[in-house]
Each structure stands twice: as C-alpha cells, then as structure tokens.
Nanobody
Framework: QVQLVESGGGLVQPGGSLRLSCAAS????????MGWFRQAPGKEREFVAT????????YYADSVKGRFTISRDNAKNTVYLRIDNLKPEDTAVYYC????????????????????WGHGTQVTVSS
C-alpha cells in the first residue's frame, strides 16, 4: 500500500521559512517524479513544484519561483519543499504527490498525472 505522509507545516509569521517533508512508502520511490501542490480555502488545488525521479530536473509555478525549493533524498524516500519569505497568500494545505517517471528528467505540473497523494499539511502565514 502506497503512503505519502507530509509533515513540517504550521503557523509562521510573514517573512519566515518552513521546510515541508513528505515520506513515501510502498512504492519504488526512485522511479517516481514527485510534486507539491497546495489548496487554499475556496480555491482549486494548484501546482507548486515538481522534481524528476533523478532529482536533476525541477520546475516551479511562477508564483513561487525564487522562494520555494524542492529537493529529494532517494535513500530516505523523502521529498522536501523549503519555503522562504512566506507570504499570507501562501496559506494553504500543502500536498505531496507521486507520478511514475517515464525517464530521468520527466516531471509534470498537472494534477491528473499524479497517481498517489498524501493527506496534506497545513501552512498558515499570519502575524
């Protein structure tokens, strides 16, 4: 059974930083591209960042470029999302997701491409 478990969310002041983690089990992690998505109240789930299974290719939503960094440790079956200079508009539930990687630099920003999803971790940015 595939499980993706996010952690690291919380309440942070504007300008602060967080590192989210997503621990995967039940799948060959090194064969899957990983993505982070977020969903704010009343809004659709949106793409944030993705990383190829090799870790060599990353891609970000324009709204987070320069502040968000995705990385992975295939030895630990874990993907990370570091968020710097947090803004109130970053408030959302953050989800990690896995999709099969067709080659070492493949990734996707499309929700429908991701087969497995975690339950999410809440990030709240407020003073």
């Amino acid at each position: 059974q595939v499980q993706l478990v996010e952690s690291g969310g919380g309440l942070v002041q504007p300008g602060g930083s967080l590192r989210l983690s997503c621990a995967a089990s039940g799948l060959t992690f090194s064969s899957y591209a990983m993505g982070w998505f977020r969903q704010a109240p009343g809004k659709e789930r949106e793409f944030v960042a993705t990383i190829s299974y090799s870790g060599g290719t990353t891609y970000y939503a324009d709204s987070v470029k320069g502040r968000f960094t995705i990385s992975r440790d295939n030895a630990k079956n874990t993907v990370y999302l570091r968020i710097d200079n947090l803004k109130p508009e970053d408030t959302a539930v953050y989800y990690c997701a896995a999709c099969y990687g067709y080659h070492s630099s493949w990734y996707s920003s499309i929700v429908g491409d991701y087969r497995y999803w975690g339950h999410g971790t809440q990030v709240t940015v407020s003073s």
